[in-house]
């Protein structure tokens, strides 16, 4: 069954730092485009980062550049998305999924997804 897992968020304070990790179960994380997802209280899903597996390649909104950056361990077929400089803007539940192409239509259902509130 194929099966991605999110965890790693919490409550931390503006500025910090936060490390989610996506574990993918029932296929090989690297046979797939595997982007971030975040939903804020009242708004829409919006994608955040994306790393392609042909060449490694990640993209980035506007939004979150320079502050976060995603990662892939194929030993442990997980992806990270490493969160520094936290802004109450990020608070979110965040999803990870695969996707036909990063920018493309996610294939798949959507998983529980992990809470991250940034607040003093």
């Known amino acids: 069954q194929v099966q991605l897992v999110e965890s790693g968020g919490g409550l931390v304070q503006p500025g910090g730092s936060l490390r989610l990790s996506c574990a993918a179960s029932?296929?090989?994380?690297?046979?797939?485009?595997i982007a971030w997802f975040r939903q804020a209280p009242g708004k829409k899903r919006e994608g955040v980062s994306c790393?392609?597996?042909?060449?490694?390649?990640?993209l980035y909104e506007d939004f979150v550049k320079g502050r976060f950056t995603i990662s892939r361990d194929n030993a442990t077929n997980t992806v990270y998305l490493q969160m520094n400089g936290l802004d109450p803007e990020d608070t979110a539940v965040y999803y990870c999924?695969?996707?036909?192409?990063?920018?493309?239509?996610?294939?798949?259902?959507w998983g529980h997804g992990t809470q991250v509130t940034v607040s003093t």
């Open positions: 029932g296929f090989t994380a690297d046979d797939y485009d």
């Open positions: 790393i392609s597996t042909t060449d490694g390649d990640t």
């Open positions: 999924a695969t996707v036909s192409e990063c920018g493309g239509v996610v294939l798949g259902s």
